[in-house]
């Protein structure tokens, strides 16, 4: 497989009403050709922003550091009127929330078409053939009738087979059809630690119940744990036996 984003040491800082703030803390990944790529956090964790950062959406005041390369181009630094080609045509955003990134009012086969008749210049018929065939690409069940739904009515999904413990936490937190009545939720302890005042060494040392006094005291080092899988914990609790 071919990389087609190489995003190295992203770093986001946000204007606050008490100075600058950073959110985004020199961040490294790259997405090869064909891979589906999920970035998993509690809100407030950063990845709406470390998105938002390689589409240039971020308000006004914000500053951005590292690399983001895609096409032999780095988003980060490409001029208005060549972002402008690439966003929306090849690169493109689908927010969490439809309620706040589509119109309510409007159907998503509208609001799909407009898109596709804007960059592709396609006639009505053409844009809705091919709004059915971006649906089936991501696997929405029934795409003619999806076209004819409302924002409302769509959703998202998570990933599986976590093995820093951060991960595990976020996925047992999780409300399970299966559990019998009366479960109540595992929640993850305490709360995201602010920009301002993340802990020494691993920032989710103070709510791991794995952490160790390396954990304490030392930012874990990003290393590689297989072919296919990077990981920054000092204790790896879940590593195969």
């Not at 995201?192 to 390396?214: D, I, L, M």
């Not at 296919?228 to 879940?238: K, N, S």
Request: aromatic share 4%; net charge neutral; with cysteine.
């Amino acid at each position: 497989m071919s990389t087609l984003l190489d995003v190295q040491g992203l770093t986001v800082t946000l204007p606050t009403n008490s100075g600058p703030m950073t959110v985004v803390d020199d961040v490294d990944y790259a997405v090869e050709q064909g891979q589906v790529f999920g970035v998993a956090g509690e809100s407030g964790s950063g990845k709406t922003i470390s998105v938002l950062a390689l589409m240039r959406l971020l308000p006004a005041g914000s500053s951005t550091s590292g690399t983001a390369r895609y096409g032999g181009q780095d988003l980060l630094k490409l001029r208005p009127r060549a972002l402008r080609e690439v966003r929306g045509a090849e690169l493109a955003m689908v927010f969490q929330d439809p309620l706040t990134s589509l119109h309510p009012m409007l159907s998503i086969g509208k609001q799909l078409t407009e898109h596709v008749r804007s960059h592709e210049g396609a006639s009505r018929s053409a844009a809705s053939k091919r709004a059915v065939e971006l649906l089936e690409e991501v696997r929405i069940p029934d795409p003619e009738h999806a076209l004819r739904g409302f924002p409302h009515q769509f959703s998202g999904g998570i990933l599986t087979s976590p093995r820093h413990p951060y991960t595990r936490a976020l996925l047992d937190a999780l409300p399970h059809p299966e559990a019998a009545g009366g479960t109540e939720l595992v929640a993850i302890p305490g709360s995201p630690p602010t920009p301002r005042a993340r802990p020494a060494g691993c920032a989710f040392h103070p709510r791991c119940p794995y952490a160790s006094e390396q954990s304490r005291v030392e930012v874990p080092p990003l290393v590689a744990v297989s072919e296919t899988r990077l990981l920054a914990c000092h204790v790896d609790p879940f590593r195969p036996k």
